[in-house]
Protein backbone atom coordinates (compact mmCIF):
# COMPACT_ATOMS: atom_id res chain seq x y z
CA UNK A 1 0.00 0.00 0.00
CA UNK A 2 1.53 3.28 -0.82
CA UNK A 3 -1.28 5.52 -0.14
CA UNK A 4 -5.00 5.53 0.80
CA UNK A 5 -7.61 8.49 1.25
CA UNK A 6 -9.56 9.03 4.31
CA UNK A 7 -11.98 11.44 4.01
CA UNK A 8 -10.36 14.48 2.28
CA UNK A 9 -6.76 13.55 3.21
CA UNK A 10 -4.84 11.01 1.30
CA UNK A 11 -2.09 9.20 3.60
CA UNK A 12 1.18 8.03 1.92
CA UNK A 13 2.51 5.34 3.61
CA UNK A 14 5.87 5.40 2.70
CA UNK A 15 6.37 9.04 3.87
CA UNK A 16 3.80 8.86 6.90
CA UNK A 17 2.51 11.92 5.70
CA UNK A 18 -1.25 13.16 5.49
CA UNK A 19 -2.05 15.46 2.64
CA UNK A 20 -4.80 17.38 1.58
CA UNK A 21 -4.03 20.36 -0.88
CA UNK A 22 -1.10 22.06 -0.01
CA UNK A 23 -1.93 20.89 3.46
CA UNK A 24 0.91 18.40 4.38
CA UNK A 25 1.14 16.92 8.00
CA UNK A 26 3.92 14.43 8.77
CA UNK A 27 2.64 12.17 11.42
CA UNK A 28 5.44 10.58 13.87
CA UNK A 29 6.87 7.14 13.02
CA UNK A 30 4.02 5.40 15.39
CA UNK A 31 0.83 7.30 14.30
CA UNK A 32 1.95 6.46 10.94
CA UNK A 33 2.34 2.76 11.46
CA UNK A 34 -0.67 2.25 13.41
CA UNK A 35 -2.79 4.43 10.87
CA UNK A 36 -1.36 1.89 8.55
CA UNK A 37 -2.34 -1.15 9.99
CA UNK A 38 -6.10 0.57 10.88
CA UNK A 39 -6.30 0.90 7.16
CA UNK A 40 -4.93 -2.17 6.09
CA UNK A 41 -8.12 -3.68 8.51
CA UNK A 42 -10.72 -1.71 6.24
CA UNK A 43 -13.22 -1.52 8.87
CA UNK A 44 -12.88 -4.40 10.48
CA UNK A 45 -10.81 -4.77 14.43
CA UNK A 46 -6.94 -4.31 14.84
CA UNK A 47 -6.17 -5.50 18.58
CA UNK A 48 -4.06 -3.99 20.94
CA UNK A 49 -2.07 -6.56 20.94
CA UNK A 50 -1.56 -7.10 17.53
CA UNK A 51 -0.78 -2.74 17.61
CA UNK A 52 1.34 -3.86 20.60
CA UNK A 53 3.45 -6.47 18.60
CA UNK A 54 3.54 -4.50 15.71
CA UNK A 55 4.22 -0.75 16.73
CA UNK A 56 6.28 -0.93 19.77
CA UNK A 57 8.28 -4.72 18.92
CA UNK A 58 6.01 -5.86 21.26
CA UNK A 59 7.89 -3.52 24.60
CA UNK A 60 6.28 -3.14 27.69
CA UNK A 61 4.73 0.56 27.21
CA UNK A 62 2.11 2.68 30.06
CA UNK A 63 -1.56 1.94 29.52
CA UNK A 64 -2.15 5.30 27.91
CA UNK A 65 0.37 4.77 25.11
CA UNK A 66 -1.71 3.43 21.88
CA UNK A 67 -4.98 5.44 23.02
CA UNK A 68 -2.49 8.81 23.23
CA UNK A 69 -1.24 7.39 19.61
CA UNK A 70 -4.62 6.97 18.16
CA UNK A 71 -6.13 9.95 19.08
Known amino acids: MTAQRIGGWNFDTASGELRRGN ?21 GLVSQERLIAEVWDGRALSENSVPVVIS
Open 23 to 43: DRRRLEPRAARTLELLLEAQG
